[in-house]
């Protein structure tokens, strides 16, 4: 497979045949809105190719791939919300597979929470179930995780059923994985399977280090207003950074390694941001 590197500045020169609503994009970014644009063409062809087989329609879906802190799940909120905006009518639904975790519990149990974020701390046999009925057009439910604990909870997420599209978020979509799957399915499916459109966003690891740290400071703060964690929040500027730095150099770092990067080409589209958040090029899969 080739890849087609655009600067941002020629992608969003890009004119679309099929115009959009001009209110929905007055209240995005202009590069979520070009984005969004090319994923409705995308999801009208597909619709439209289907069409000439089957009047049974399967969920479009489209995956957002990428290390922890990359932007993974805000880029996935601001889409869910704008193809929502472009499609009224239409079922658009939104699922993380951090929901798919093994609580901590069962990660003590199994002595893998030192491995929460890798492939074995996931229950891949119940996130299978879910996409392939939502592939079926069933009503689903799952589990739900809570960032700011870091744990699944006890409440569940649901889906409607008949989505017409469906936009999933996680760090290990494109890594063919047989964690706690049979043989069998195994050989015959891989989770990028049931993704229709994939998108990986990259960066350096120093920006995404960076960021985790940033975004732990959000948390703290949360923490702090919790009264949980507090033998974190009691840590000064100095001792919060180091174990920022230690949790990232100890486990993120090594799963970005092995497990999300060395993937980054098996996604349709590259987002490559800056140390600023900013977005300089994009990369299409031809």
Not at 149 to 171: A, V
Request: hydrophobic share 35%; proline share 3%.
């Amino acid at each position: 497979m080739n890849f087609v590197k655009v600067n941002k500045k020629k992608f969003l020169s890009i004119e679309f045949k099929k115009k959009s609503n001009k209110n929905c994009k007055k209240k995005h970014p202009l590069f979520i809105t070009q984005l969004s644009e090319l994923l409705q063409l995308f999801y009208d062809e597909n619709t439209s190719n289907e069409s000439l087989f089957t009047k049974k329609r399967a969920p479009y879906i489209i995956g957002i791939n990428g290390s922890v802190s990359s932007g993974k799940s805000m880029l996935a909120d601001e889409l869910y919300h704008i193809l929502k905006c472009f499609n009224p009518e239409l079922n658009v639904g939104m699922i993380s597979t951090d929901n798919f975790l093994y609580s901590n519990k069962i990660l003590q149990h199994k002595k893998i929470f030192d491995k929460k974020g890798f492939t074995e701390s996931y229950n891949w046999r119940l996130l299978f179930k879910t996409l392939k009925n939502i592939k079926k057009n069933k009503a689903v439910s799952f589990p739900s995780y809570s960032q700011n604990l870091s744990d699944i909870q006890s409440s569940k997420k649901h889906l409607p059923d008949n989505l017409n599209i469906l936009i999933i978020e996680g760090i290990n979509l494109l890594k063919p994985t047989c964690n706690n799957l049979s043989e069998n399915l195994c050989k015959r499916l891989l989770l990028s399977d049931y993704i229709d459109y994939s998108i990986y966003i990259d960066t350096s690891e120093e920006n995404l280090k960076n960021w985790f740290y940033k975004r732990l400071v959000k948390k703290k703060t949360l923490w702090k207003r919790k009264k949980i964690k507090k033998n974190l929040t009691r840590k000064n500027k100095k001792e919060f950074k180091k174990f920022s730095n230690d949790i990232w150099d100890k486990y993120n770092s090594p799963n970005l390694k092995e497990n999300i990067n060395p993937f980054r080409y098996r996604s349709d589209l590259i987002i490559h941001k800056t140390r600023n958040y900013s977005i300089d090029f994009i990369e299409f899969k031809i």
